[in-house]
């Protein structure tokens, strides 16, 4: 492994975290089908939003959507990224008959923007700004195409102080 460069070790890295949120979905989805015991759920239902699929709302902090039962749903980083999704965004899940996961961001968090610079370290990007550093998402970096170093403008929630994440609004 020495001799792999560091680049491709951290591609791996974040192919893995990828790979064990699709895992996590797929488990979710799963259950939700078969039920914790394993056999298929057989109910019928006269309710339409039912018979869509199943709708659950929940916070979002960053990574993933944490839903009023405690359970945990990933978030495709490309969709957070291009959507700008900060901590605090309230989003509605619905997990369609077929398997898919359908996000929708519906109560926006209020927000502000500030200017930084990015950085990496820990096989994570971040973005010093105001003496703090915010994490990003690599789907970010990649739809933006920023480069450490680079200035960058990003969305924090305006009203959490505690903030660990942020989004991308544009690269300066």
């Known amino acids: 492994m020495s001799d792999l460069p560091e680049k491709q070790v951290k591609r791996l890295y974040t192919l893995i975290q990828e790979a064990e949120t699709n895992l996590a979905a797929a488990k979710e989805l799963l259950i939700s089908i078969t039920g914790e015991d394993g056999h298929v759920i057989t109910k019928r239902s006269s309710s339409l939003e039912e018979a869509k699929g199943k709708v659950v709302e929940g916070v979002f902090d960053g990574q993933k959507m944490t839903g009023p039962d405690g359970k945990e749903y990933p978030v495709p980083a490309n969709y957070a990224s291009k959507s ?64 450490i170093g680079d200035q960058v403008t990003i969305i924090i929630p305006a009203d959490n102080t505690e903030a660990v994440w942020a989004a991308v609004e544009a690269a300066l």
């Open 84 to 147: 700008k999704l900060v901590e605090g965004d309230i989003l509605k899940l619905t997990i369609t008959d077929d398997g898919s996961f359908v996000y929708k961001q519906i109560g926006p968090t209020e927000r502000k923007l500030i200017i930084g610079t990015l950085g990496q370290h820990d096989g994570a990007y971040y973005v010093e700004a105001n003496g703090r550093e915010y994490r990003i998402l690599l789907a970010s970096v990649t739809y933006f195409r920023i480069n």
